[in-house]
């Protein structure tokens, strides 16, 4: 069996945070923001990452190429401890390893060129000179649909859709072998969202990239994932093949996550989702099992004892003490 090429176990961060208890006295307080996940993610494979805003799931992708520093765990990418880089062999690591931002807009220094920011990258690493980066920018400016001709052209001459496919050129101008995808069609209209994931398919085929691939819409990661990861309040609650997720869920959260999602069917009366109420303070967290507060089937023991994550069917693994 091949190796994984990211493999993350036991990664957790928590980040100092101030929370008042009264108008004269405060405390420091802790935020789990991810709290011992673990996941591998194959060879030219994508994993999608879901869940509710707030749930750490672009914590995770940062912690993964140590934009974020982990309290905790390891992650290795291609063998490699990403955790115990520094210096220039970090710097190579990155290499191999890059994100694209969810803000279209942000992402790119708007007194730049797109042609310098697609370039910057390769500037960083000392990959080919001038001239050749800027027949490497017109190679990948076609790659994602856009004309070499863009090359001198600021982002405030581009659309969002535009400037999505350049955000994601410069994602591959070092020629990756994992990419974090970092909920990167939310802000895109529908129609460009389906071009923008069907872009990336393409280019997971012709590169054999991996990718993490986090959202909140779950019809968007099921087109593009093989595999998808459920997270809940900083923990993963299901892990499961994408086919065996959408017809037969395990976790009571993930039911009521896909009975949310709206049918375009005219005249199908839509179920409503099981649970109520909003997520919990990650400042206190409930007991035993998150979702407790919320799930229609919890009793008084999730609430004194946590659900590991455990294989229910074959490759599906949820953290419920009565999945089955």
């Given at each position: 069996?091949?190796?994984?090429?990211?493999?993350?176990?036991?990664?957790?961060?928590?980040?100092a945070a101030r929370s008042r208890l009264s108008w004269l006295e405060r405390r420091r307080a802790e935020i789990r923001a991810v709290d011992g996940v673990s996941f591998d993610i194959g060879i030219g494979e994508t994993l999608g990452l879901v869940g509710e805003s707030g749930c750490g799931k672009s914590t995770t992708g940062r912690?993964?190429?140590?934009?974020?520093?982990?309290?905790?765990?390891s992650v290795r990418i291609g063998g490699e401890s990403v955790l115990d880089l520094d210096g220039t062999a970090l710097r190579q690591f990155r290499r191999g390893a890059q994100i694209i931002f969810q803000d279209p807009f942000g992402s790119l220094d708007p007194r730049m060129t797109i042609g310098d920011s697609i370039a910057e990258p390769m500037t960083i690493h000392g990959v080919h000179n001038r001239a050749g980066r800027r027949a490497r920018v017109g190679e990948l400016l076609t790659m994602v649909g856009l004309p070499p001709a863009y090359y001198d052209r600021f982002p405030h001459e581009f659309s969002g859709g535009q400037r999505q496919r350049i955000g994601i050129a410069r994602a591959l101008a070092?020629?990756?072998?994992?990419?974090?995808?970092?909920?990167?069609?939310?802000?895109?209209?529908?129609?460009?969202?389906?071009?923008?994931?069907?872009?990336?398919?393409?280019?997971?085929r012709q590169l054999g990239i991996a990718y993490l691939f986090i959202a909140h819409d779950l019809s968007v990661v099921r087109h593009i994932s093989a595999r998808v990861a459920v997270m809940y309040l900083g923990k993963l609650v299901e892990i499961a093949p994408t086919r065996t997720l959408y017809r037969s869920p395990g976790h009571p959260y993930t039911q009521a996550l896909?009975?949310?999602?709206?049918?375009?069917?005219?005249?199908?009366?839509?179920?409503?989702?099981?649970?109520?109420?909003?997520?919990?303070?990650?400042?206190?967290?409930?007991?035993?099992?998150?979702?407790?507060?919320r799930c229609p089937i919890a009793t008084s023991f999730c609430a004194e004892q946590e659900p590991p994550l455990r294989e229910i069917?074959?490759?599906?693994?949820?953290?419920?003490?009565?999945?089955?």
């Open positions: 069996m091949t190796a994984p090429l990211v493999e993350v176990r036991d990664l957790r961060k928590v980040f912690l993964l190429l140590r934009l974020i520093e982990p309290s905790a765990g070092s020629n990756p072998r994992f990419v974090v995808c970092d909920e990167v069609v939310s802000a895109l209209d529908v129609s460009v969202q389906a071009q923008i994931v069907n872009l990336l398919i393409d280019l997971q896909l009975a949310a999602v709206p049918r375009p069917t005219p005249g199908v009366v839509r179920r409503k989702p099981p649970i109520v109420g909003d997520v919990p303070s990650p400042l206190d967290p409930p007991s035993g099992c998150r979702f407790r507060t069917a074959e490759r599906q693994f949820v953290a419920c003490h009565y999945a089955s």
